[in-house]
């Protein structure tokens, strides 16, 4: 399934728009740069659709300070929904949102964590 996108200012890269929140906030953080994301397919109860997939970021960084201040907003959330890989020399993270709920729970906490 194709998703509405629309052009952010931070490097001109097309993002679906139910994720750009999440995107957004984690690129405003020195060292952190995203990959890949998408805003995931999920059924009328929440639950992510089989044929597709749920939400997910794909980022790589270098500050540790700011993947401390992504934890202390992200605490409760980030310990089940982390994925840690090695590639091509980049270390990446991956936040998985297996539910429309979860997604749209950590875009209120980032909310919060703005005002």
Same mark, same amino acid.
């Given at each position: 399934?194709? +998703?509405?996108?629309?052009?952010?200012?931070?490097?001109?890269?097309?993002? /679906?728009?139910?994720?750009?929140?999440?995107?957004? *906030?984690?690129?405003?953080?020195?060292?952190?740069?995203?990959? +890949?994301?998408?805003?995931?397919?999920?059924?009328?109860?929440?639950?992510?659709?089989?044929?597709?997939?749920? #939400?997910?970021?794909?980022?790589?960084? $270098?500050?540790?300070?700011?993947?401390?201040?992504? /934890?202390?907003?992200? #605490?409760? &959330?980030?310990? $089940?929904?982390?994925?840690?890989? &090695?590639?091509?020399?980049?270390?990446?993270?991956?936040?998985?949102?297996?539910?429309? *709920? +979860?997604? /749209? #729970?950590?875009?209120?906490?980032?909310? /919060? #964590?703005?005002?």
């Amino acid at each position: 399934m194709i +998703h509405k996108t629309r052009r952010i200012p931070l490097k001109m890269i097309e993002v /679906d728009l139910l994720i750009i929140p999440i995107v957004d *906030w984690l690129n405003s953080f020195p060292g952190i740069f995203t990959l +890949h994301s998408c805003q995931g397919d999920y059924l009328e109860s929440g639950e992510e659709r089989f044929d597709c997939g749920g #939400a997910y970021v794909l980022f790589t960084g $270098d500050n540790k300070k700011s993947f401390a201040q992504i /934890d202390l907003v992200l #605490a409760g &959330f980030i310990k $089940d929904a982390m994925e840690i890989d &090695f590639y091509e020399g980049l270390i990446r993270y991956t936040f998985r949102f297996s539910t429309k *709920w +979860h997604r /749209d #729970a950590v875009i209120d906490l980032i909310d /919060d #964590a703005q005002r």
